[in-house]
């Protein structure tokens, strides 16, 4: 996973500065168009291309395959199946509370507007999700589950990328390796001063857990 990322960082950068006229190769898939670079700073493109890297690694954590990696696990738990076949919320809660995947940080499973069972951290990457059935077919409820809470995501991008990561959800709460960041007024795009150091800025959005809204900034040294 390291190496995988490492060449992903590696390869956006370099493209972000061939746009720009650093360097000579033909990366136009991953490159920012010549209208984005025309006015813009090498600082600016960089962080943008970062804030891309950003996302792709988000999108990797809740990934299909993780759903399907869960939904294949607990269809071999006779003792889940008849629980939710059941509809006891008791014994649903036991036999969930397994471990999956040996290294979710939460597991939720909901039928219709009624959540059976809810166990792990609260704040964590937006839940891969699939539907559970039955053998004979019968829909047993909708799967939700996430491997990364959101200070690893935050950590991860930090290491991968040199960077400076932000997340905060809609109710104010703040997930950062950068304490000096946590609280302030951070742009979209442009450039801040923080405790005397100059930080290009790139923000987007992303979905928590249940897919509400999360605002995330990448901040890269100026």
Same mark, same amino acid.
């Given at each position: 996973?390291?190496?995988?990322?490492?060449?992903?960082?590696?390869?956006?950068?370099?493209?972000?500065?061939?746009?720009?006229?650093?360097?000579?190769?033909?990366?136009?898939?991953?490159?920012?168009?010549?209208?984005?670079?025309?006015?813009?700073?090498?600082? *600016?493109?960089?962080?943008?291309?970062?804030?891309?890297?950003?996302?792709?690694?988000?999108?990797?954590?809740?990934?299909?395959?993780?759903?399907?990696?869960?939904?294949?696990?607990?269809?071999?738990?006779?003792?889940?199946?008849?629980?939710?076949?059941?509809?006891?919320?008791?014994?649903?809660?036991?036999?969930?509370?397994?471990?999956?995947?040996?290294?979710?940080?939460?597991?939720?499973?909901?039928?219709?507007?009624?959540?059976?069972?809810?166990?792990?951290?609260?704040?964590?990457?937006?839940?891969? *999700?699939?539907?559970?059935?039955?053998?004979?077919?019968?829909?047993?409820?909708?799967?939700?589950?996430?491997? *990364?809470?959101?200070?690893?995501?935050?950590?991860?991008?930090?290491?991968?990328?040199?960077?400076?990561?932000?997340?905060?959800?809609?109710?104010?709460?703040?997930?950062?390796?950068?304490?000096?960041?946590?609280?302030?007024?951070?742009?979209?795009?442009?450039?801040?001063?923080?405790?005397?150091?100059?930080?290009?800025?790139?923000?987007?959005?992303?979905?928590?857990?249940?897919?509400?809204?999360? *605002?995330?900034?990448?901040?890269?040294?100026?």
């Amino acid at each position: 996973m390291r190496a995988k990322l490492g060449i992903l960082v590696a390869t956006a950068v370099l493209a972000a500065l061939i746009a720009t006229g650093c360097g000579e190769a033909d990366t136009a898939s991953v490159a920012p168009s010549a209208s984005h670079v025309a006015g813009t700073s090498v600082g *600016q493109i960089r962080v943008d291309t970062l804030a891309q890297v950003a996302q792709r690694i988000y999108a990797h954590e809740h990934a299909r395959v993780v759903a399907a990696k869960t939904i294949k696990h607990l269809r071999a738990e006779p003792a889940l199946i008849r629980a939710l076949e059941s509809g006891n919320k008791r014994k649903i809660r036991a036999e969930a509370r397994k471990p999956v995947l040996g290294h979710e940080v939460r597991i939720r499973v909901v039928r219709g507007s009624q959540v059976l069972m809810d166990a792990g951290l609260p704040n964590v990457v937006q839940a891969a *999700q699939a539907e559970l059935r039955a053998p004979d077919g019968t829909d047993l409820g909708l799967v939700q589950v996430s491997i *990364q809470d959101l200070i690893g995501f935050v950590k991860l991008v930090d290491r991968e990328t040199g960077t400076r990561m932000v997340v905060r959800d809609r109710n104010g709460h703040v997930e950062t390796a950068f304490k000096a960041a946590a609280n302030r007024a951070l742009p979209q795009s442009g450039k801040v001063e923080i405790r005397g150091s100059s930080y290009w800025v790139r923000g987007f959005q992303e979905g928590d857990f249940v897919g509400r809204p999360l *605002q995330v900034w990448v901040l890269d040294p100026a």
